[in-house]
């Protein structure tokens, strides 16, 4: 390869390690990782505190609320990618970017799948689901079995989300600490 192709390999390579997501994409990233992690947080928190306590069953509607509206932004994300789409990674291995393919991949199915088994399961039991006070509509009846069950892949479900949001994150964190590649910088503001 002469020099001058080179050059101009290195310097395609520094540019699309620059490149930034749509400032849509942007924001709907930083909001909705917020939103989960404290999901995931007031979720852990709530299912060790004792049936009747009046404060549990505020941040269980609470926690409803904000998985449907986290559902919904996802929807809206996914809209936003597909209008804009993303900018190429840097080079890296073919294994890195099998990791980064799969991690983010299984994080957008768990990011529809987490809202859907909670509101599945919420639908059959006697009380429905509220959206900031709005009763939703009921798809089940009050029936223990299903709503145990739709419950447990929930629960499955955070413990495997909360795994997939520290693998990301420490992705991220190679990529700006070790590899030092500027990946971190297309997803900032």
Not at 2 to 26: C, G, K, N, S, Y
Not at 99 to 126: R, W
Not at 139 to 150: H, N, Q, S, V, Y
């Amino acid at each position: 390869m002469t020099a001058a192709r080179t050059a101009a390999a290195t310097q395609d390579e520094t540019r699309v390690a620059h490149e930034h997501f749509a400032r849509p994409l942007i924001a709907l990233h930083w909001i909705i990782a917020v939103c989960i992690i404290a999901m995931l947080c007031i979720g852990f928190y709530m299912v060790g505190l004792p049936r009747g306590m009046a404060f549990k069953s505020t941040l269980i509607n609470f926690h409803k609320s904000l998985g449907i509206t986290i559902f919904l932004l996802v929807l809206i994300r996914i809209l936003v990618r597909l209008a804009y789409g993303r900018p190429p990674l840097p080079p890296m291995g073919a294994w890195q970017r099998a990791a980064a393919s799969t991690t983010q991949g299984l994080l957008y199915v768990g990011m529809i799948a987490m809202p859907l088994t909670g509101y599945l399961g919420s639908s059959f039991n006697k009380f429905g689901t509220r959206l900031w006070g709005v009763l939703l509509p009921q798809w089940g009846w009050d029936d223990k079995a299903m709503r145990e069950l739709f419950f447990g892949i929930h629960g499955y479900l955070a413990w495997i989300m909360a795994a997939l949001v520290v693998l990301h994150f420490l992705g991220a964190m190679k990529h700006q600490l070790i590899d030092k590649d500027g990946l971190l910088r297309r997803m900032w503001p």
